[in-house]
């Protein structure tokens, strides 16, 4: 994963700048003591110069001092001319050495003392150019006077004079110059300290900036480290809370756009997977425990429904044997709903399980619903009123591939629950259509009072239920699931708390070239054919109890019944006497042969003989002829025995001989 600016670019660039930070400080601070440093060494070289100015300046003066007693010793204008001239150069440089004595305006130590001398200089020029002049004069005395060189000696009192006044000023500009040399030098030397001084600090400015430089260096990149430390540190405790299970978590550093944000953004997106994972895994489970469910109830279902059949049947032989007004009909009767309602629990169970026999086939929802609300309106009370329609872009027929009676079922108990939600006043609509994959669907809708998610994720649960005790027994929409996922549909639910609740079911779509007299009725509307007189019929039963009752149950229809408890007894018994008119065999049988394999075996020896299942459990089984599931009223029983014998082709003649029936 790529980011903006990485961390570790980011640390680099804060390095280099933290480094180039001290390098050009570092820079300007030797610039400037470079310059200092140069500044002293030529206070030092102009130190030397004016040093050396002076001394010159104070040979000069005692040079022009013995100069002017040669002067005065001179006897011929010759000489003096000669030692004019040589004046004259001696006297430029002594001016001009004297005029370049204020070095620098800017020593505050030197103004009263280089004017002295500039002054002593000129005077000093004066008085050699006054004794040039006396000394002129005394040479054309003599020769006026005719003095001999070896005679007598002419001295003109100025010389002495100017002589002596030479020599004072020459004194007075050593001691000037002495002491100007001294005030040079303490300036200079102050000026070199101060320098000096001034270099120091510099060095320890910059050695002193460099260190803070560096200080704010590190602390700025602990601050920076210390967000990250942070950041990382949040980020791992958020992920051992996420491995213990806690998707609530967030994590610092979401909006980095370096390698720590990355790390963030991509937590968010595990702790989503995680949640992902975890519903999964919580769907998973549950599928496994209603799985589980269903197979539990398919294992015990066909045991339980043989215990209910031989107490439903002989509950009802009671009922008819009994007098009229006899207090043991009423009692039969309340045991009879009580195991009816028993096998209509065992029988959600199935659905739930997805283990129910259905007998799919193009079954008009349109028609369905219109025929089951116009059932279950008036029961519904004043107060809730039920619309029907289709989708606008849905053209009918809108055909199914279901079972009409589980279909019929499962739309009464979604409009049950409906019912339950809104209360005494509300509104119910059941409408239909296409689902973008082409499926049938078929919503229920209503406005009651929704549900919270909690119960939302446990609403298909087996015997999970909101109502109060007794007010139901929680297997109305678990029997629904079953009996979509069984057809090969698939069931949605949406609920909001106080907005109502809609479920979509979503059934396999039928050919839709399906002419209408294929199409099956609602289970309310199809009419069982009239019963047969009475047919000679062969009873194939393990379970003793329940064989005597539905041989008692036929033979109370008008029935002769002959019985077995294998399959290989009803076989001998049908290769010894044929002359059967159907056979009801159970197809869960002890033995070798189930009821599986003896029909099979009828299809080839007998297969004009009719066949009825009657069972309490179909499995995996997936018989090709009629199925009366366990237990059954006598009503049902009949209505099973003439379909199956109204289905069935017609039947070879009978031989002539009629055995009793036998139990």
């Given at each position: 994963m790529r980011t903006k600016g990485g961390l570790r670019r980011r640390l680099m660039l804060m390095a280099a700048a933290v480094v180039g930070g001290i390098l050009i400080t570092e820079s300007i601070a030797w610039i400037i003591l470079d310059r200092l440093d140069r500044s002293l060494e030529r206070l030092r070289v102009e130190s030397l110069a004016d040093v050396r100015r002076v001394l010159t300046l104070a040979e000069n003066a005692s040079g022009l001092t013995a100069f002017a007693h040669e002067v005065a010793e001179i006897r011929d204008r010759a000489a003096l001319a000669v030692a004019e001239r040589a004046l004259e150069g001696r006297l430029e440089d002594f001016a001009g050495l004297a005029a370049t004595l204020p070095i620098e305006t800017g020593r505050p130590a030197l103004p009263t003392l280089e004017p002295t001398i500039v002054r002593l200089a000129d005077r000093l020029d004066g008085i050699l150019r006054h004794l040039f002049a006396v000394t002129a004069e005394a040479i054309e005395t003599r020769g006026r006077l005719a003095i001999s060189a070896d005679g007598g000696s002419f001295a003109d009192p100025r010389q002495r004079f100017l002589l002596a006044a030479?020599?004072?000023?020459?004194?007075?500009?050593?001691?000037?110059?002495?002491?100007?040399?001294?005030?040079?030098?303490?300036?200079?030397?102050?000026?070199?300290?101060?320098?000096?001084?001034?270099?120091?600090?510099?060095?320890?400015?910059?050695?002193?900036?460099?260190?803070?430089?560096?200080?704010?260096?590190?602390?700025?990149?602990?601050?920076?480290?210390?967000?990250?430390?942070?950041?990382?540190?949040?980020?791992?405790?958020?992920?051992?809370?996420?491995?213990?299970?806690?998707?609530?978590?967030?994590?610092?550093?979401?909006?980095?756009?370096?390698?720590?944000?990355?790390?963030a953004r991509a937590f968010h997106v595990f702790r989503a997977r995680t949640r992902e994972n975890a519903e999964l895994e919580d769907r998973l489970r549950r599928a496994e425990q209603l799985e589980a469910i269903g197979r539990l109830t398919g294992g015990i279902a066909h045991d339980f429904n043989n215990l209910l059949t031989a107490v439903a049947t002989n509950l009802q032989l009671i009922h008819d044997a009994a007098d009229l007004g006899s207090p043991t009909r009423t009692r039969a009767l309340r045991a009879l709903a009580a195991a009816e309602n028993g096998a209509a629990m065992v029988s959600h169970l199935l659905a739930f399980g997805r283990r129910q026999a259905l007998a799919p086939v193009a079954t008009d929802v349109d028609r369905l619903v219109s025929a089951v609300a116009d059932l279950i309106e008036a029961s519904l009370g004043a107060g809730i009123t039920v619309e029907t329609g289709r989708d606008a872009d849905a053209l009918p027929p809108l055909l199914a591939l279901v079972d009409p009676g589980g279909l019929e079922n499962a739309l009464i108990n979604l409009v049950f629950n409906a019912r339950d939600a809104v209360g005494a006043r509300g509104r119910i609509v059941v409408s239909t259509g296409r689902a973008p994959d082409g499926m049938v669907r078929l919503r229920v809708a209503d406005d009651g009072v929704g549900m919270e998610p909690a119960t939302l994720a446990r609403v298909f649960e087996p015997f999970f239920t909101t109502k109060p005790a007794g007010a139901g027994s929680g297997l109305g929409l678990s029997m629904v699931y079953g009996f979509v996922r069984q057809s090969g549909g698939r069931i949605d639910v949406a609920s909001r708390p106080q907005e109502g609740t809609t479920f979509t079911v979503d059934l396999p779509a039928c050919d839709p070239v399906a002419i209408p007299s294929d199409i099956a009725p609602p289970a309310s509307e199809a009419a069982n054919p009239a019963a047969p007189g009475g047919v000679r019929i062969l009873v194939v039963e393990d379970d003793p109890g329940v064989r005597a009752s539905i041989v008692d149950l036929l033979a109370g229809l008008g029935h002769r019944c002959d019985a077995v408890a294998s399959g290989p007894e009803a076989l001998a018994?049908?290769?010894?006497?044929?002359?059967?008119?159907?056979?009801?065999?159970?197809?869960?049988?002890?033995?070798?042969?189930?009821?599986?394999?003896?029909?099979?075996a009828l299809r080839v020896d007998h297969p004009a003989l009719p066949v009825l299942v009657v069972t309490g459990y179909l499995g995996d089984a997936k018989p090709d002829r009629p199925v009366l599931m366990k237990p059954f009223r006598r009503e049902d029983l009949a209505a099973a025995v003439a379909r199956a014998l109204a289905d069935a082709a017609p039947a070879a003649p009978r031989p002539a001989s009629d055995p009793a029936p036998q139990a």
């Open positions: 030479a020599t004072v000023a020459a004194h007075q500009m050593s001691g000037l110059v002495r002491d100007y040399a001294s005030l040079v030098e303490r300036s200079d030397r102050a000026r070199g300290d101060a320098l000096s001084a001034d270099l120091r600090i510099g060095k320890i400015a910059a050695g002193t900036i460099g260190a803070l430089a560096l200080l704010a260096a590190l602390v700025l990149a602990n601050a920076a480290l210390r967000g990250v430390g942070a950041d990382l540190l949040g980020i791992a405790e958020a992920m051992l809370r996420l491995a213990d299970g806690d998707t609530a978590g967030t994590v610092p550093a979401g909006h980095r756009d370096d390698e720590v944000g990355a790390l018994r049908l290769a010894a006497d044929a002359a059967f008119d159907l056979l009801i065999t159970d197809l869960a049988l002890d033995g070798t042969t189930s009821g599986v394999d003896l029909i099979a």
